[in-house]
C-alpha cells in the first residue's frame, strides 16, 4: 500500500471482531513501528501488550471503576479548555458520528458512548504506550506519539484497526497493579488494536480535517525594519 493511502485510509477503530490477532502479527506492525524518530535516538518510551485473561479482567475492572464514577487520574493531564476552533472541530464530529450511530438504533448518550468505551470497543488487544516518570513530559511524549503514529500506519496496512484513546487509561493504578515493569512510569495513551467490523455505523461515518491553510504560515520573506 502506497504511504498516501495508508495515511489518509487509516481512522479510529470503535467496533471490533472478536477474533484475536496472531502475536506474530502484532510483533510486526511493533517490529516496524519502533522505526519511529526520537530525541537524540533517546528511543525513551515503552509498550504493554494486553489480551486474553489480563485483558478481560482490566476490562472487568474498569468497568467497576466507572461504574462507582471514580475521578479520573491520568498520568498526564488532558487539556481542560481548547481555543474555539479546535473545541468546534470537537464539536462537529461528535455531532457527525452520534447521527451516524443514532441512524442506525444505537444509542448516543454520554452513559452509552462511556460502556462502549469502558468494553473497549470489543477489541481484543490493547496496548498501553508510557515512559519513565523521570522524563520531560513533552520531549517524551511527542517521541511515544511518532511510536504511536508508527503501531496506528503499520496496523493499517496490515488490515488491522486502531483507536487512540486516552479514557481508557484515566485509573492508572488499575493498570500498574497488572503491568510487569510498569513502576516508575507514566502512561499517556492507549490503542485499541483488532479486526474491524466493516459496516459498524462507528467505523464508517464521514470524516474531515481542517483546510491546510488554517494550519500551515508560510514565511518566504525576511521583514524589513
Not at 487509516?10 to 472478536?18: C, F, G, L, N, V
Not at 493498570?175 to 495513551?189: D, I, T, Y
Request: net charge neutral.
Amino acid at each position: 500500500m502506497e504511504s498516501s493511502s495508508v495515511i489518509r485510509g487509516r481512522r479510529s477503530i470503535r467496533a471490533y471482531k472478536p477474533d484475536e490477532v496472531p502475536d506474530e502479527l502484532i510483533r510486526e506492525v511493533l517490529d516496524e513501528a519502533r522505526w519511529a524518530p526520537s530525541w537524540r535516538t533517546t528511543q525513551a518510551r515503552n509498550v504493554w501488550l494486553l489480551t486474553g485473561d489480563v485483558l478481560q479482567r482490566y476490562r472487568d475492572e474498569f468497568k467497576t471503576a466507572a461504574g462507582r464514577d471514580d475521578p479520573a487520574a491520568l498520568d498526564v493531564p488532558a487539556t481542560a479548555e481548547w481555543p474555539q476552533a479546535c473545541s468546534a472541530r470537537i464539536a462537529g464530529a461528535m455531532k457527525t458520528r452520534a447521527a451516524s450511530l443514532e441512524a442506525a438504533g444505537e444509542p448516543v448518550d454520554p452513559a452509552a458512548a462511556l460502556a462502549r468505551m469502558a468494553d473497549l470497543f470489543g477489541v481484543p488487544c490493547l496496548l498501553v504506550f508510557g515512559f519513565d516518570e523521570c522524563l520531560a513530559e513533552a520531549y517524551a511524549g511527542f517521541d511515544t506519539g511518532a511510536f504511536v503514529q508508527n503501531v496506528c500506519l503499520a496496523a493499517h496496512d496490515r488490515g488491522l484497526g486502531t483507536c487512540i484513546v486516552a479514557t481508557v487509561i484515566r485509573y492508572p493504578n488499575l493498570l500498574r497493579r497488572l503491568l510487569p515493569g510498569a513502576e516508575g512510569k507514566r502512561f499517556v495513551v492507549s490503542v485499541t488494536l483488532g479486526r474491524p467490523v466493516s459496516d459498524s455505523p462507528a467505523n464508517t461515518f464521514a470524516r474531515s480535517r481542517a483546510d491546510l491553510d488554517e494550519l500551515a504560515t508560510w514565511s518566504s520573506v525576511v521583514p524589513r525594519g
